[in-house]
């Protein structure tokens, strides 16, 4: 493990919602927020309504800056961020994760505490100079975010789905040589 848990389960979570924007949108509908959730189940308040849909769809673009910049500019993201947002840090455990910080309450926004999230654990990356460790995927067509958590730093794409068509591209490149 590169990161403690809850910061690579916060930088999974903000790269699938970063991610949720390349076309098709999927964060489209409320159907689409209960999918979110269910692969990354936050505790705390959670409106399941439209305009907390509008709220993240909204944040897109923010975590998206935050996540991609070098590491002086996501230090401003962050520092911004933390500006931006009334804080209550403790430590806390629940549902069978050991001890971690929030930072927010748990009735503020489901958005805010995303950012405030996020922010947190990219704290932890800018600390273990790990800002390579997300950048934008290899395939030539897409724009979405990679998130490489592997011991060998060998991961270049956002998806299987990418990686596979740039393996396939590849090899079909070989061939021809052949």
């Given at each position: 493990?590169?990161?403690?848990?809850?910061?690579?389960?916060?930088?999974?979570?903000?790269?699938?919602?970063?991610?949720?924007?390349?076309?098709?949108?999927?964060?489209?509908?409320?159907?689409?927020l209960?999918?979110?959730?269910?692969?990354?189940?936050?505790?705390?308040?959670?409106?399941?309504?439209?305009?907390?849909?509008?709220?993240?769809?909204?944040?897109?673009?923010?975590?998206?800056?935050?996540?991609?910049?070098?590491?002086d500019?996501?230090?401003?993201?962050?520092?911004?961020?933390?500006?931006?947002?009334?804080?209550?840090?403790?430590?806390?455990?629940?549902?069978?994760?050991?001890?971690?910080?929030?930072?927010?309450?748990?009735?503020?926004?489901?958005?805010?505490?995303?950012?405030i999230?996020?922010?947190?654990?990219?704290?932890?990356?800018?600390?273990?100079?790990?800002?390579?460790?997300?950048?934008?995927?290899?395939?030539?067509?897409?724009?979405?975010?990679?998130?490489d958590?592997?011991?060998?730093?060998?991961?270049?794409?956002?998806?299987?789905?990418?990686?596979?068509?740039?393996?396939?591209?590849?090899?079909?490149a070989?061939?021809?040589?052949?």
């Amino acid at each position: 493990m590169i990161f403690t848990s809850d910061t690579e389960e916060a930088l999974r979570a903000a790269v699938a919602l970063v991610n949720s924007a390349q076309a098709p949108d999927a964060l489209a509908s409320l159907d689409d927020l209960a999918g979110f959730l269910v692969e990354f189940p936050y505790t705390g308040r959670i409106d399941r309504d439209d305009a907390e849909l509008a709220e993240l769809r909204a944040l897109r673009p923010r975590l998206r800056a935050m996540l991609l910049a070098p590491r002086d500019d996501m230090a401003s993201h962050i520092n911004t961020a933390l500006a931006d947002v009334d804080l209550a840090p403790r430590l806390t455990r629940h549902d069978g994760a050991d001890w971690h910080l929030h930072a927010v309450a748990d009735e503020h926004p489901l958005p805010e505490r995303i950012l405030i999230e996020t922010t947190m654990a990219l704290i932890d990356v800018i600390r273990a100079h790990e800002g390579s460790r997300i950048s934008v995927c290899d395939d030539a067509d897409c724009e979405a975010v990679a998130l490489d958590l592997s011991r060998n730093r060998s991961k270049r794409y956002c998806s299987t789905t990418c990686a596979n068509r740039n393996a396939v591209a590849a090899y079909r490149a070989r061939r021809a040589r052949d």
